[in-house]
């Protein structure tokens, strides 16, 4: 290492800088980490026998901007005193979740309760069997026998709340007269016995009432002269034959012709005796076209 000549100007100027330098630097360091004085912020000159404040008093250096001072603000004139203030809490406002929705409680429901029936008490008179008990409807007036057990004369045959007449005829018999408009149409007819005042009361039974057979003829036409009808021209629905039939013919073993007009053919049942009326009508089988023989002339003469 080569050593420094003081002698020569050159050198000593280096070192002189070089010196220089490094005090600068140790004045820097020192003022960076200790300072040069007493601290910059003065403290607060408080009146005579005043105490400083306490911790919970104590105003911080830095307030933030959110803090809330209470009281009027303080003036130039007021002495200096501890400054209270108060943080206000807030909370952000919550975002609305669309897919959150409002869902009402679910009632549950309530059980039926049903009743439970009254028993039926034993109708104090019983009715066991009537005959007929089944018959046909439009037929005429007929006797209704009945049987049962504790029949007495004060009991009366009611049919659908109809009181009919009653012939007392035992402890366990009865016959009613039924009359023709209790049975004029189809359906179930409820009969039993019954008192004067409702007292007295027996079971019910059902008296059915049947549709009566009806003819399967069809009236299309007729023969005769102008005062005199002689035959009436009917055709089978089922195999849609036509007949020729006078008066007093029996059709199909059971239906008897008793009238022949221009507008009707009456026929008869001659089991049930039941009247039924086949009304004149063009709406005959389109195979078999309708026919309406001429009637014959009386003075039309015969050629040899």
């Known amino acids: 290492m080569q050593a420094t000549d003081i002698r020569n100007p050159t050198e000593r100027n280096k070192l002189i800088l070089a010196g220089a330098l490094g005090l600068v630097a140790l004045l820097f360091l020192w003022w960076t980490f200790f300072g040069f004085g007493s601290s910059s912020n003065p403290g607060v000159q408080r009146p005579a026998g005043q105490s ?3 911790a919970a008093n104590r105003v911080p250096s830095k307030l933030p901007q959110t803090s809330v ?5 303080p003036s130039q004139d007021d002495p200096p005193g501890p400054v209270v203030y108060r943080q206000p809490v807030s909370a952000p406002e919550a975002g609305r979740n669309i897919f959150v929705y409002y869902e009402p409680p679910k009632v549950e429901p309530k059980a039926l309760v049903t009743p439970t029936p009254t028993p039926t008490p034993t109708p104090p008179v019983l ?7 089944n018959v046909f409807a439009r037929t005429a007036d007929f006797t209704l026998e009945i049987s049962g057990d504790k029949i007495t004369s004060q ?10 007449p009653t012939r007392y005829i035992g402890p366990q018999q009865l016959s009613a007269a039924v009359p ?10 409820q009969v039993m016995l019954r008192s004067a005042d409702g007292k007295v009361y027996s079971n019910t039974l059902t008296l059915s009432v049947a549709e009566a057979p009806k003819p ?3 009236y299309i036409g007729i023969i005769g002269t102008n005062h005199h009808i002689d035959t009436a021209i009917l055709q089978d ?11 007093g013919d029996l059709l199909g073993g059971r239906f008897r012709v008793t009238s022949i007009s221009d507008k009707e053919v009456v026929v008869v049942d001659s089991n049930l005796k039941i009247k039924h009326s086949l009304g004149m009508t063009a709406q005959g089988d389109r195979s078999n076209p309708l026919q309406r023989p001429t009637p014959r002339v009386d003075s ?5």
């Not at 009715?127 to 008990?133: E, M, R, V």
């Not at 629905?237 to 008066?247: H, I, P, Y």
């Open 237 to 247: 629905k089922g195999n849609k034959e036509t007949l020729n039939v006078q008066r």
């Open 300 to 304: 039309e003469d015969d050629e040899p």
């Open 52 to 54: 400083p404040p306490s």
């Open 180 to 189: 023709a408009a209790l049975i004029a149409n189809p359906g179930s007819r």
């Open 155 to 164: 009991l009366r045959v009611v049919i659908d709340n109809t009181e009919v």
């Open 127 to 133: 009715l066991a069997n009537i005959s007929p008990a």
């Open 69 to 73: 001072i209470e009281g009027n603000a």
């Open 216 to 218: 399967n003829y069809t």
